[in-house]
């Protein structure tokens, strides 16, 4: 019978995952182009006349975001600059910095003059709401009397 005396740490997938992604992150940025320093996890959605689009940005700033609206196509933008005090010794970095932008093209036409966007807690949340023509519209079915 095999019996194990001593367990062994196994790191965790999650650190395994990032740590792979900053290998390739080192590869992709030491080539002509630079890959993106990160890009926040996003979710989009359709509610009832309209898209959301809700990104994770914990310590952005209104200021260091920016949302532009072309036709059926929504642009993300951000930058995070590290915060290390002057004469501190950095001796773990685990927050990414630096810009991301993301772009999804819609399905639906959008109405570009009322989309909204808020900065709560962290998360971004974008409501584009759909135009009259891209919306549903129900017919009323009407007999025919003769």
């Known amino acids: 019978m095999l019996v194990f005396n001593r367990v062994q740490h196994i790191p965790?997938?999650?650190?395994?995952?990032?740590?792979?992604?900053?290998?390739?992150d080192s590869f992709a940025s030491s080539g002509a182009a630079a890959a993106p320093a990160f890009a926040p996890a996003m979710n989009v959605w359709e509610d009832e006349g309209h898209y959301v689009i809700e990104a994770d940005v914990p310590g952005f700033r209104m200021t260091d975001i920016e949302v532009s609206v072309l036709g059926d196509e929504v642009t993300i933008k951000g930058a995070r600059t590290g915060a290390t005090p002057e004469n501190a010794t950095l001796l773990r970095r685990e927050r990414r910095d630096g810009e991301f932008e993301r772009t999804f093209t819609l399905p639906k036409a959008l109405a570009s003059d009322k989309v909204e966007a808020t900065l709560n807690d962290g998360v971004l949340r974008v409501t584009l709401p759909l135009t009259p023509e891209a919306q549903p519209r129900r017919i009323e079915v009407k007999t025919n009397t003769n």
Do not use: A
């Open 12 to 24: 965790s997938f999650g650190r395994l995952h990032r740590e792979f992604n900053e290998l390739f």
